[in-house]
């Protein structure tokens, strides 16, 4: 009798014991998997802040004006540009890879660089077209995978194959007077005032058109949620 009791206890014990290992050792792995995960996120955000990489991507969305890889080549081959064009498609490319790997969360990740993702893969898609049939057939293609999960970050009532020209600057918006906007405040209309000037004309001028709201230029890309869905956008800059 008493063996069976103390048998009992034993096994008691002994399944309290594995529950509480398997409780630890879960934890253990969600707290590594998420070490894990800051660690690759915040080493893509380090590469995708560093000036050597926004001096790139900002080249390719302003200052590319070959639509062949052929013309492309010819004037860019072994210079800056060519530099350029594979250190901005190859992040988006490793980016794309990490997110079909499940190292990182597209939606999360995706939200900041998907609307630049975007306007880059419309710039050098023509390139990459033709590179592929000449030199590399796999030329970037898990960044092609990524865009429609872009789409969806950038405006989440997108769909892929929707037509968008995020930061271009041959993209022009609607101009307003300001007796126009003027008149239009008065009325009553819903509007948004938004001050996007630059921090040095901000320093000179402090106070904003009242009600608007203050957003930076390249601050835009990362806080656009915050700018009402449901009115009408004013956008003054300098």
């Known amino acids: 009798m ?3 009791i103390l048998t009992a206890i034993a096994s008691l014990v002994s399944m309290v014991a594995f529950v509480v290992t398997a409780v630890l050792i879960r934890a253990e792995l969600r707290a590594q998997e998420k070490d894990r995960y800051l ?3 915040n080493d893509l955000f380090s590469i995708w802040q560093s000036p050597e990489f926004m001096e790139a991507q900002l080249w390719l969305l302003h200052k590319l004006d070959h639509t062949t890889w052929q013309d492309f080549v010819e004037a860019h081959r072994g ?3 060519e530099i350029a064009f594979h250190r901005v498609g190859s992040f988006y ?3 794309g890879t990490m997110v079909r ?3 990182v969360n597209d939606r999360e990740i995706l939200s900041t660089t998907g609307g630049y993702a975007i306007a880059v893969w419309k710039k050098i898609e023509p390139l990459v077209r033709e590179a592929r049939r000449i030199e590399n057939s796999v ?3 898990d960044f092609e995978r990524i865009l429609p999960a872009c789409h969806v970050c950038y405006v989440p009532n997108l769909q892929p194959g929707t037509e968008v020209f995020p930061f271009s600057i041959a993209q022009t918006a609607d101009r307003v007077t300001t007796t126009e906007v003027r008149r239009r405040l008065k009325r009553g209309d819903a509007i948004t005032l938004l001050d996007s000037r630059q921090p040095d004309d901000v320093a000179r001028e402090p106070e904003p058109i009242p009600g608007a709201i203050f957003m930076a230029p390249d601050s835009v890309a990362a806080h656009y949620q915050e700018i009402p869905p449901d009115r009408d956008v004013v956008v003054y800059c300098t």
């Open 79 to 81: 210079d800056a540009g």
């Open 39 to 41: 660690s690759v996120t």
């Open 93 to 95: 490319d490793r980016l």
């Open 139 to 141: 030329l970037f293609d």
């Open 101 to 103: 790997l499940g190292f």
């Open 2 to 4: 008493v063996w069976s």
